[in-house]
């Protein structure tokens, strides 16, 4: 690709800049990677949608910095640990719980807890990080084009406001632009799964219902009743919020997934007034948006030097909160890898480990967020194709990672993308285990600018290995602080007193050994090489 001055030239270019699109820029700012974004919409979003941010997305925010004024945000909008339940109406009161407590056991497991925050405060923050970390974004704009030459891709960028085209050259192209992803469909890419659920409908509004709610603090109230299914989002004041329709009473019945059918402002407040079951509650609609519940994954997650992240990669219904977060965590997997190959001579076969870690996670994350669609709004279509539940800690911590980037036990050839995160003790593949070792510090906040070797006491020799295999191959690895118990960090990792694990930079235990080898230099170094895809010397 000879070099034109008329055309922009950066590393990386993300279609599509809202949740997902903003989070990829600044996870790769934080790799010292300066991404372009191009958007269509004028600027960050506008309404409350993708208000959960599990605690995984907690841990990746945390890194980044962001994890207080999250916090902060979350505190004024939402209630902390607000419960999940199930009402008829609210006049009507709880008819069950689904959660209690949205952080109840989070301290076992993570330095983070679980937050309800809405996405237009969310993406405000990512976009002010990302553009301190030096990433472009571009709004009132869309890729129109698309094309693939021998070292970068050539995307043709319309401006929305003027019409006029320009031409950027980029490396690699992260696709993130929504469930609808032109990106997607230029490149030829199906999706499998469960298909649509329901013609949905999100009707924001104004309505007064202190006295229905005084001394709750629901996070989420699903509602059942012979007009509709469905679930509240309300903001702490009580006053203002959003109802989710998902069906029109029984699903069974003729056009009743069918919710958007002829629905106007009028219908819309006919529908929040059946939902809130007090006649004397005065409602004003400030807007009905239509979507569709879906359930599908994409059949592959990259295309040459295209690669897909959040709703283009995978689309659930809202059911566990899922999708925004798991978006967020396609971003921070790809984001060290693209920075690997970019700025430290990693093999572009690194990039492979993408698709075969993060399409698992999405085909496993679709099973689950219909599974509780199912179970939630539309018991009576239940079958017994219908996964059974995985607990939410298993989903949100214990998804597991099996590809070239990790390196495997000696004899470990299960195959489960899954398992509880107490049962993970530090094997290859897994999310590297949360101990604190100081104050205020847990193991995960020493993980995230390169690769970390974490050893037990008796692991000396690993330090001076690491020392010499980062001089040697140019890229950032350095040995993690030790606890204050080693004993403790090492039982969490699951290496002994003599032992080592080495951690990726998106916190991911990429390999551990048990026992000091005779030569743990060269030991380091074959398994960095075989991560990173690097050539045999």
Not at 271 to 280: C, K, T, V, W, Y
Not at 492 to 511: K, M, T
Request: glycine residues 10%.
């Amino acid at each position: 690709m000879a070099d034109d001055p008329a055309i922009d030239d950066v590393p990386v270019l993300i279609v599509g800049g809202s949740l997902v699109g903003l989070a990829t820029a600044v996870f790769l700012g934080l790799h010292g990677v300066r991404a372009m974004a191009v958007e269509r919409h004028a600027g960050t979003a506008i309404h409350p949608r993708a208000g959960h941010l599990q605690l995984r997305t907690l841990e990746l925010l945390r890194s980044a910095g962001l994890e207080a004024p999250l916090q902060r945000l979350s505190a004024e909008q939402y209630f902390p640990n607000g419960a999940i339940n199930l009402m008829r109406t609210l006049a009507e009161g709880e008819v069950a719980s689904f959660i209690a407590d949205l952080n109840q056991g989070v301290e076992e497991f993570s330095p983070s807890r679980r937050l309800f925050v809405a996405q237009d405060a969310i993406e405000p923050l990512l976009r002010a990080k990302a553009e301190e970390l030096g990433a472009r974004l571009v709004y009132r704009s869309e890729v129109v084009d698309l094309r693939e030459e021998a070292t970068g891709v050539l995307a043709v960028v319309r401006d929305l406001a003027t019409g006029a085209e320009r031409t950027v050259r980029a490396r690699y192209v992260v696709a993130a632009d929504g469930n609808r992803s032109p990106t997607r469909h230029r490149l030829g890419i199906g999706m499998s799964g469960y298909g649509n659920l329901s013609n949905s409908a999100t009707i924001y509004f104004r309505a007064d219902c202190r006295r229905l709610l005084a001394g709750t603090e629901f996070g989420v109230i699903y509602i059942d009743n012979p007009r509709l299914r469905g679930f509240f989002r309300f903001e702490r004041a009580l006053t203002s919020g959003f109802l989710a329709v998902n069906t029109l009473g029984d699903p069974t019945r003729p056009g009743a997934l069918d919710v958007t059918a002829g629905l106007d402002a009028e219908g819309a407040a006919e529908l929040l007034r059946a939902a809130i079951g007090d006649p004397s509650v005065e409602v004003e609609i400030d807007e009905v948006a239509a979507w569709v519940a879906t359930a599908d994954v994409a059949d592959r997650f990259q295309a040459g030097r295209v690669f897909l992240a959040g709703d283009a990669a995978h689309v659930v219904p809202p059911n566990g909160g899922f999708g925004g977060n798991t978006g967020i965590q396609d971003a921070h997997n790809l984001a060290w890898k693209l920075a690997a190959v970019l700025r430290h001579g990693a093999g572009a076969e690194l990039l492979a480990s993408y698709d075969a870690e993060r399409r698992p996670v999405g085909r496993l994350t679709i099973e689950q967020a219909y599974s509780r669609y199912r179970r939630r709004v539309t018991p009576e279509l239940m079958d017994d194709e219908v996964p059974a539940l995985v607990d939410d800690f298993s989903m949100e911590i214990g998804y597991r990672y099996r590809s070239s980037a990790v390196v495997p036990d000696p004899g470990d050839d299960s195959a489960a993308v899954v398992g509880h995160p107490r049962d993970a003790g530090g094997a290859p593949g897994t999310r590297a285990p949360h101990v604190w070792v100081a104050p205020g510090v847990s193991t995960l906040d020493l993980f995230g600018a390169g690769f970390a070797l974490v050893h037990g006491r008796d692991g000396a020799a690993w330090s001076a290995a690491a020392a010499a295999i980062a001089e040697e191959l140019g890229g950032p690895l350095r040995v993690a602080a030790r606890a204050d118990d080693p004993d403790a960090l090492a039982d969490a990792f699951g290496i002994g007193a003599a032992g080592a694990s080495l951690v990726r930079p998106d916190g991911f235990v990429a390999w551990r050994s048990t026992s000091l080898p005779d030569d743990p230099a060269a030991a380091l170094r074959d398994v960095l090489r075989r991560v990173l895809a690097l050539p045999a010397p």
